[in-house]
């Protein structure tokens, strides 16, 4: 089993930066992909980000290419999204996820789930 478990959110003005962090533990493994959807209220959950096992290749959706980007630090077992020019359709419940190997961009395929953290936007 692996435990994620997501911090950093907050309220931010449109504008601003944020850093989210992951942290996992359990039986983890350098070998998993790590990644990033989001959820607003009445809406699916979608891809954000991804980082390969690897570290050498990340992903992201078209809504925060140039704006977010994902890293990971194996050594503390930790996967971060930085987020800048924050705007208010950023606004939702952030969840980091997991998965061996290789990177979806479809939720139902990642294998171990965070419980989220609350990113709001003002405008």
């Known amino acids: 089993q692996v435990q994620l478990v997501e911090s950093g959110g907050e309220l931010v003005q449109a504008g601003g930066s944020l850093r989210l962090s992951c942290a996992a533990s359990?039986?983890?493994?350098?070998?998993?992909?790590m990644g990033w959807f989001r959820q607003a209220p009445g809406k699916e959950r979608t891809f954000v980000a991804a980082i390969t096992w690897s570290g050498s290749s990340t992903y992201y959706a078209d809504s925060v290419k140039g704006r977010f980007t994902i890293s990971r630090d194996d050594a503390k077992n930790t996967v971060y999204l930085q987020m800048n020019s924050l705007a208010p359709e950023d606004t939702a419940t952030y969840y980091c996820?997991?998965?061996?190997?290789?990177?979806?961009?479809?939720?139902?395929?990642?294998?171990?789930w965070g419980q989220g953290t609350q990113v709001t936007v003002s405008s």
């Open positions: 996820a997991a998965r061996p190997y290789s990177v979806t961009r479809v939720s139902s395929t990642w294998d171990y």
């Open positions: 359990g039986r983890t493994s350098s070998t998993y992909a």
